[in-house]
Nanobody
Framework: QVQLVESGGGLVQAGGSLRLSCAVP????????QGWYRQAPGKQRELVVT???????NYADSVKGRFTISRDIAKNTVYLQMNSLKLEDTAVYYC?????????WGQGTQVTVSS
């Protein structure tokens, strides 16, 4: 398993912004797919966005135009910038790294959007 450590969650009002960070091993930038997923209460875990080693991104329709994934290789960190947050964005957000057959997850960070 690859160790992933999220940070940056919290409570924010609807319409606000929040940036999540995920500390990742340097090796995850050169091969495999990094990404963010989320799980709301009573719902299945769902894709938020993934980014390949080549930089190709895949966003969920629900976050397109509001969320942006970025990476800082020098800091071994993947970010998720979340703008125009909605109540329905409330969830535990997980950092993920996939390189078959490995599928590694962070511990998750809570994001709560209030009205």
């Amino acid at each position: 398993q690859v160790q992933l450590v999220e940070s940056g969650g919290g409570l924010v009002q609807a319409g606000g912004s929040l940036r999540l960070s995920c500390a990742v091993p340097r090796s995850t930038f050169s091969v495999g797919t990094q990404g963010w997923y989320r799980q709301a209460p009573g719902k299945q875990r769902e894709l938020v966005v993934t980014i390949s080693s080549g930089g190709s991104t895949n966003y969920a329709d629900s976050v397109k135009g509001r969320f942006t994934i970025s990476r800082d290789i020098a800091k071994n960190t993947v970010y998720l910038q979340m703008n125009s947050l909605k109540l329905e964005d409330t969830a535990v957000y997980y950092c993920n790294y996939k390189l078959w057959p490995r599928d590694s997850w962070g511990q998750g960070t809570q994001v709560t959007v209030s009205s």
